[in-house]
């Protein structure tokens, strides 16, 4: 059997594509030659099954008032039993989590959301013959420009600082629940200049390739 790779993510893991001049097919989402989790398949090979798991809007634990079904604590264990036996789960959580409609969630109110996932993961009966093997990834911060893009109100306020906040929280958890960690503000990756908080189809490819790297380290 193949090394399952399962990628739970929002919409920088479904490849939403805010700027349709940056997108091959002109839409917006980038393609399957295009967005990372497709990419970090063709670099992994046959060896490996890389699972698109990304949904636009999709939180830790905080609920969507407006929109259901976002949180990912409710979705993760069918999920993870859906793709069983797994060999790695990748988490690349806490951009939604920031919007002030979530009840103005610090970044460390964010982070224990992380732990919850990954204690919840660890204890699900997913991993095969093997142990739980979890790698997070802290999302970019959001450019602080998105106060002045068509999705301003949508964030609302305050979303910026604990997206700054959060890598470090997010490590911290990490470390404490001995969980693998990547800080994605350290991969050269860069935002749309539209809603400046979007991957660019060149920061797909990037965190694709750094992340082939990783896994191999891994699995």
Known sequence: MKK???????SNTHGYCADPADCA???DRFSEAERWTCRLQAALGEDYLVLEEGLSGRTTVFQDPLYE???????????LKSHEPLSLLIIMLGTNDVKQRMGGASAFA????????????QTTDCWGTGKPNILI??????????????VAQEMGQGAVEKS?????QLKRVAAENEVHF???????????QIDFMHLTRDSHARLAQALAEKVRELV
């Not at 079904?69 to 999920?79: K, N, Q, T």
């Open 110 to 121: 964010i982070s224990l959301g992380m732990r919850r996932l990954i204690q919840k993961a």
């Open 164 to 168: 700054r906040e959060l890598p470090a």
């Open 4 to 10: 399952h790779i399962l990628c739970l993510g929002d």
């Open 69 to 79: 079904g976002l949180d990912a604590l409710h979705y993760l264990w069918p999920c």
């Open 137 to 150: 990834i802290a999302p970019l911060p959001i450019d602080k420009r998105v106060e002045q893009s068509p």
């Open 25 to 27: 097919d002109r839409g």
């Open 182 to 192: 990547l800080d994605a503000s350290e991969l050269g990756l860069a935002f749309n």
